[in-house]
């Protein structure tokens, strides 16, 4: 297995030669190369989570949010190596939010893995919060900035 793989699948296939099984033990792993990161961004920023498996093919990779699929769309794309691309992190409160827990599941005819959780977090940017505290500063002179 190669350095770094955090998770492998191991699955056994039996040769027949002539009619009788050989002791030819075959096998296919599956395991990940690379796995998603927490990763920390501002809203309407672009952000790639990794997500790339090794295996016998073809492997399709999806992705989860919060333990749910995730749906692809215009904005969010599985790219052909496993990998997510969010165009625009959005960072609205409840459903459509991006921040959250995300993890990538990779299946082949042998089975599944699972990756490690990577937390998206949306970060409070900073310009935002200085815009907030100099108009509040206008508004009462007598507030500390």
Known sequence: ??????????????????GAWAGVWGFSELFFLKEPQDVTVTRKDPVFLDCQAHGEGPVKVTWLKNGAKLSENKRIQVLSNGSLYIR??????????????????????????????????????????????????????????
């Open 1 to 18: 297995m190669p350095p770094g793989a955090l998770t492998s699948l191991r699955s056994g296939n039996w040769t027949s030669l002539n």
């Open 88 to 145: 625009e992190v959005e960072g609205r409160r409840g459903e459509h939010s991006d921040e959250g827990f995300y993890q990538c599941l990779a299946v082949n005819k042998y089975g599944a893995i699972l990756s490690q959780k990577a937390h998206l977090t949306l970060s409070t940017s900073l310009a935002f919060w200085a815009s907030q505290v100099l108009c509040d500063n206008r508004k009462n002179p007598d507030t500390p900035v």
